[in-house]
């Protein structure tokens, strides 16, 4: 006795469409994904510019001189002094990973804190204050995706 036998056609095709609709779905997700990246890093450039009151401290410039800096507190973001911070926040694409941050050294002691000083987060409250942004974003995409070939 065999098996019944049921063929059907047009299966490679709708595997072709589906392959496509797939890039296009992972497309949409990682150009979401980048605009969030940029949402992040603007939001934490913001509240290191958005002056926070503290200390007063005396600073030396490099070609010599004092001036006074304004220190934020403990929890607070950091106050901009030299700008370098500001500067150095990027958003670093590699395949489908997007990354924002900041090279300089003491940017993670910003951060995070370390045993002589308290953190000043700048970038994670960045993110946190953001997710349902960072989600709508990602979201948008995919939804445009299924709008315009969803019928594939």
């Known amino acids: 006795m065999t098996a019944p036998r049921i063929d059907v056609e047009g ?22 994904a980048i605009a969030a990246g940029h949402l ?18 005396v600073r030396t410039r490099t070609g010599g001189g004092e001036y006074t800096h304004t220190a934020s507190k403990p929890g607070d973001a950091p106050n901009t002094d ?3 911070l500001v500067q150095s926040v990027q958003v670093e694409v590699t395949g489908k990973t997007v990354d924002v941050g900041s090279t300089l050294h003491y940017a993670a002691h910003l951060e995070f804190g ?12 960045a993110f946190d204050g953001n997710k349902a942004a960072i989600v709508k974003l990602i979201k948008h995409g995919i939804d445009d995706v299924t709008k315009k070939h969803g019928d594939l």
């Open 11 to 32: 299966m490679e095709e709708a595997q072709k469409k589906m392959a496509a609709l797939a890039k296009r779905y992972s497309r949409a997700t990682v150009e979401g």
């Open 40 to 57: 992040v890093r603007s939001e934490a450039i913001k509240s290191i510019h958005d002056q926070s009151s503290g200390e007063q401290v």
């Open 82 to 84: 030299t700008g370098r």
């Open 114 to 125: 370390t045993r002589k000083m308290y953190a000043r987060p700048w970038l994670f409250p």
